[in-house]
């Protein structure tokens, strides 16, 4: 095993398994930080017809991060564990849903006929996060679904601050005031705990399952940077 997920897994002598995760996905994370996508979101420059696509997707992602949310719940250690995770799972299918689909029939957003179809980047997150949640141990599902909080979160800070700065130069800026959401106390209090039912599982893992953990998360961190870099860039399906 890697002595370096050994020490972070120890009980809790040192850092906090969960941030020996952090600093395992730096480059990643530092790559999302950078992404045209998110540069233009936050200042307000990004276009409509992008927005509207990002919203359509991350309506479609919610609705299988729900499903994946229940499985990690279905297979919980304890009735605290498994409150939270089909907590989450309930605010993703209804009340961040919503919000979602209020947004896209609001008409602050360019019109659309079509109906939206999984990016490649949508499908592979959440089929990704389904098979884990369904197929792995409590431990490693619980890795996989907490970079969607976490990373979320954390640009979600940078996001809203930028946002205000727009809002305070144009109050009726169509989608400012919807980032500013990214910010709110609530959804960072629901991180924290995510970050402590993932430490507290890491302590009773086995040394493989910490290895998994560690590569669940990873992989749901590249997912992450695929989904928002696709809204702006988009790879077409091959034509059918």
């Known amino acids: 095993m890697n002595s370096s997920v050994q020490g972070a897994a120890g009980a809790g002598q040192h850092a906090r398994f969960t941030d020996h995760l952090w600093d395992r996905t730096k480059v990643l994370r530092e790559a ?10 936050g200042d307000g420059t990004l276009p409509l017809d992008v927005f509207r696509t990002y919203i359509e997707q991350d309506f479609l992602y919610l609705t299988g991060y729900a499903k994946a949310l229940s499985l ?13 995770w089909a907590g989450s799972a309930a605010e993703a299918a209804t009340v961040e849903a919503t ?17 939206p179809q999984h990016s490649q980047a949508c499908l592979g997150y959440i089929s990704y996060l389904t098979a884990v949640a369904a197929t792995e141990p409590y431990a490693v599902s619980a890795a996989a679904v907490l970079p969607c909080f976490w990373i979320y979160a954390d640009v979600g800070r940078r996001l809203a601050a930028s ?13 400012a005031q919807w980032v500013t959401t990214y910010d709110a106390e609530e959804f960072h209090a629901a991180v924290a705990k995510a970050r402590e039912l993932v430490d507290t599982a890491a302590e009773a893992a086995t ?3 910490r290895e998994a953990m560690v590569e669940a998360f990873t992989i749901a961190s590249r997912y992450e940077l695929m989904f928002w ?9 091959p034509a059918s």
């Open 32 to 41: 999302i930080d950078e992404l045209e996508f998110l540069r233009r979101l």
């Open 72 to 84: 990690v719940a279905a297979h919980a250690p304890g009735p605290v564990e498994a409150g939270f």
């Open 99 to 115: 919000l979602h689909q209020n947004l896209l029939t609001s008409g602050r957003l360019p019109a659309s006929d079509a109906e």
């Open 163 to 175: 946002a205000r700065e727009v809002l305070s130069a144009d109050p009726s800026h169509p989608y």
């Open 207 to 209: 040394d493989i399952q």
């Open 229 to 237: 870099d696709t809204a702006l860039n988009k790879q077409e399906w």
